[in-house]
């Protein structure tokens, strides 16, 4: 197997994801690749034009500005050790297949993940991202196996064991 052209990883922005961002990092500078970074914003419905109070539109463009601007600042953190780095914000409801979206659409060669983000109720509601993202993916996936946190403010845990699908 060749080395990856290109390594995607996922950020949602906790702990868990930024810990699977570093390796992926890693990764990328051990073996000469590019790295995408991605986030996916929640697509907000469209409500009745009567309710005014609440404007989507514009909530749903700041959180993807938002998300822009922090993907960006941590690929230019990222691009001062020598990275090639890219960063890519979708807009979708089911996060797991935005994510394989953006990784076909790439030509990724491999995914970088972590097993907790920021899931919560979330994650009984909709499944695991990560679990999605094994099953159906194209190209090889790591995942880096991390305990939940139970206090998303204390410092990032590190992985405590490694897991390669494919």
């Not at 051990?30 to 109070?53: D, F, N, Q, Y």
């Not at 989507?56 to 500005?65: D, M, P, R, S």
């Not at 409801?93 to 935005?98: A, L, S």
């Not at 999605?132 to 996936?141: E, S, Y």
Request: aromatic content about 4%; some cysteine; proline content about 6%.
């Amino acid at each position: 197997m060749m080395p990856p052209k290109l390594i995607l990883s996922p950020i949602d922005f906790s702990n868990h994801s930024d810990e699977a961002v570093k390796i992926a990092a890693d990764l990328a500078s051990r073996l000469g690749s590019e790295l995408c970074l991605v986030h996916v914003v929640p697509m907000l419905p469209r409500l009745p034009s009567a309710s005014t109070i609440f404007h989507e539109a514009e909530y749903e463009q700041e959180l993807h500005n938002d998300a822009d601007q922090r993907l960006r600042q941590m690929a230019l953190n990222l691009s001062q050790s020598g990275l090639v780095v890219k960063t890519v914000v979708g807009t979708a409801n089911d996060t797991g297949m935005e994510v394989l979206r953006i990784a076909d659409h790439n030509n990724a060669d491999l995914i970088v993940i972590a097993t907790h983000g920021m899931t919560g109720w979330h994650k009984l509601a909709f499944g695991s991202v990560t679990e999605k993202v094994v099953r159906l993916a194209t190209c090889p996936v790591l995942v880096l196996r991390v305990q939940p946190d139970t206090n998303s403010h204390e410092a990032p845990e590190k992985p405590d064991s490694v897991t390669a699908s494919r």
